[in-house]
């Protein structure tokens, strides 16, 4: 049974359906395609953004998490978190909602379904959404090595490497061309294996973890290291910490085999006789 309610909303009886079903349904009913993909898609990235971010903003107000920092000698400080903030916000309005306004396009062209009775099985989304870890991870450590050489560091990169011991909202501190060229990585998983708008969303989701758990500077567990040679905090801490090596962004396979990870290897090797 649906009813028209005073706000013009199409409100439907799902009181028998579970609490996600409900709010999916309702979104379909009252909002268009174009409002689901492009302010949906950038609602539900910023609040995974700033809601991962925000423990890891936390951790600088506990002492018991101070052992956990990986750069102790480098606290986090008000005037760099406010910096990062202003470039984050600048960069998630004019660089990132544009390169999200093509989802509805990309929808349309491939006819990617956004009902609620075409949601894939989770573990499928999830199995795939891992398979895109592994795709953006090869294309990151690439094209992240090339923009370390000369004057793509000097005039692009450098911007993310403002801040040599990271903190969790610095995971998208970047140049703008930087945020479009490694960008481009997210974006190969979703024509391979997009088959509903909520793949998307929960790509995006992970990604979202990943790097700021790979920025939090706080050396701390969370699921993503059952994940096997997976990176974490404290692998990229180090590639902030000297500017070189630790190039991949997920998983650290890649530094092995390119030897890129040598002297983070080294690193571990003279901590653990120190202890």
């Given at each position: 049974m649906e009813i028209a309610s005073q706000n013009s909303f199409v409100?439907?009886?799902?009181?028998?359906?579970g609490y996600f079903e409900q709010s999916w349904r309702f979104m379909i009913d009252n909002y268009s395609k174009f409002a689901i993909a492009t302010w949906g898609s950038l609602l539900a990235h910023e609040l995974a953004y700033f809601i991962i971010s925000f423990p890891a903003f936390i951790f600088q107000f506990i002492p018991a998490m101070q052992k956990l920092k990986i750069q102790q000698d480098k606290p986090e400080t008000w005037a760099n978190q406010w910096k990062c903030l202003k470039l984050i916000i600048f960069s998630h309005l004019f660089i990132q909602l544009p390169m999200i306004s093509t989802v509805f396009t990309y929808t349309e062209i491939t006819g990617t379904p956004y009902d609620?009775?075409?949601?894939?099985?989770?573990?499928?989304?999830?199995?795939?959404?891992?398979?895109?870890?592994?795709?953006?991870?090869?294309?990151?450590?690439?094209?992240?090595?090339?923009?370390?050489?000369?004057?793509?560091?000097?005039?692009?990169?450098k911007v993310h490497h403002?801040?040599?011991?990271?903190?969790?909202?610095?995971?998208?501190?970047?140049?703008p061309i930087e945020t479009i060229i490694l960008g481009g990585g997210f974006f190969i998983g979703i024509?391979?294996?997009?088959?509903?708008?909520?793949?998307?969303?929960?790509?995006?989701?992970?990604?979202?973890?990943?790097?700021?758990d790979?920025?939090?500077?706080?050396n701390h567990w969370q699921p993503l290291h059952l994940l096997p040679y997976y990176g974490g905090a404290h692998f990229h801490d180090f590639h902030h910490k000297i500017f070189v090596g630790n190039f991949s962004s997920t998983f650290t396979y890649w530094d092995k085999l390119f030897g890129t990870d040598h002297q983070y290897r080294k690193f571990c090797e003279e901590s653990k006789k120190k202890e």
């Open positions: 409100l439907t009886d799902y009181t028998d359906r609620y009775e075409s949601i894939p099985p989770w573990y499928k989304l999830l199995f795939k959404s891992l398979l895109c870890l592994l795709i953006e991870d090869c294309w990151h450590y690439f094209f992240h090595r090339i923009l370390h050489h000369g004057s793509f560091y000097k005039y692009i990169h403002n801040f040599q011991a990271p903190f969790g909202l610095a995971a998208e501190y970047a140049h024509v391979i294996f997009c088959d509903h708008l909520i793949f998307m969303w929960l790509w995006m989701c992970l990604r979202v973890i990943e790097a700021v790979a920025h939090t500077g706080y």
